[in-house]
């Protein structure tokens, strides 16, 4: 199984950006999906993050101001960033559980996705 996550990208303050994590590799089902980001000399923070129930839950920081979603079919998370500030200036990385298909049947996964840069400036 493998994550591409993408869309990060230079923005001014106030902007919007969207980031994706898609899941390859005969997938069956993706059940959660978590952003995190990290800063040089900083560790990998929770920013938000959508469970196999669709509940929520974000960080203090963002919330308000992002939304996590996950697509249909296409296994698929997303990271709606809106009114974005200076401090959300990171490298961000995408975490996702689900179920994938092998020759022995149904297996659970979870992986991480490459980082995305986020740049916000003013």
């Known amino acids: 199984v493998q994550l591409q996550a993408s869309g990060g990208g230079l923005v001014h303050i106030g902007g919007s950006l969207r980031l994706s994590c898609t899941a390859s590799?005969?997938?069956?089902?993706?059940?959660?999906v978590a952003w995190f980001r990290q800063s040089p000399g900083d560790g990998r923070r929770l920013v938000a993050r959508?469970?196999?129930?669709?509940?929520?839950q974000y960080a203090d920081s963002v919330k308000g101001r992002f939304t996590v979603f996950k697509g249909g079919a296409d296994y698929t998370g997303y990271l709606q960033m809106n009114n974005l500030r200076l401090e959300d200036t990171s490298v961000y990385y995408c975490?996702?559980?689900?179920?994938?298909?092998?020759?022995?049947?149904?297996?659970?996964?979870?992986?991480w996705g490459q980082g995305t840069q986020v740049t916000v400036s003013s």
């Open positions: 975490f996702a559980e689900g179920y994938y298909s092998d020759h022995l049947g149904l297996q659970g996964f979870g992986t």
């Open positions: 590799g005969s997938i069956e089902r993706l059940n959660s």
């Open positions: 959508i469970n196999s129930d669709d509940s929520l």
